[in-house]
């Protein structure tokens, strides 16, 4: 478990790390130009599955991808800002819910949790 220091279904901080790489390096792409300097709600939405490793892959690699600028700067060398993650249930997640119908031990621990 020493690799999962938060526990099974965490994002480890190599996996945050990683997301957070993709996030600047889809900026350096795409700003200026796509992205804007500040985080319009008429500009992107986050829907994430309503899992805890997918909610905190989403948050790594927004936090990389809109850097915050002034005066969003709300605490000086805190280079993030709050981004509203909007989470579908399980029971509609037919993107990230993949059913194995030969593991039910997994569906049911899965699907009861």
Known sequence: ??????????????GEAQ???????????????LLSDVVYPTEIKVISSDSDRVIMSANSFLAALYPPTP???FEEG???????THTIS????????????????????????
């Open 1 to 14: 478990m020493d690799k999962w220091p938060q526990g099974l279904g965490y994002l480890t901080p190599i």
């Open 71 to 73: 005066p969003y700067v």
């Open 90 to 113: 399980r029971s509609l997640d037919y993107v990230s819910l993949v059913k194995l119908p030969s593991c039910q031990s997994f569906n049911q621990w899965f699907l009861c949790r």
């Open 78 to 84: 805190l280079n993030w800002q709050a981004f509203p």
């Open 19 to 33: 997301w957070y790489a993709n996030g600047k390096s889809f900026r350096e792409l795409w700003y200026p130009g």
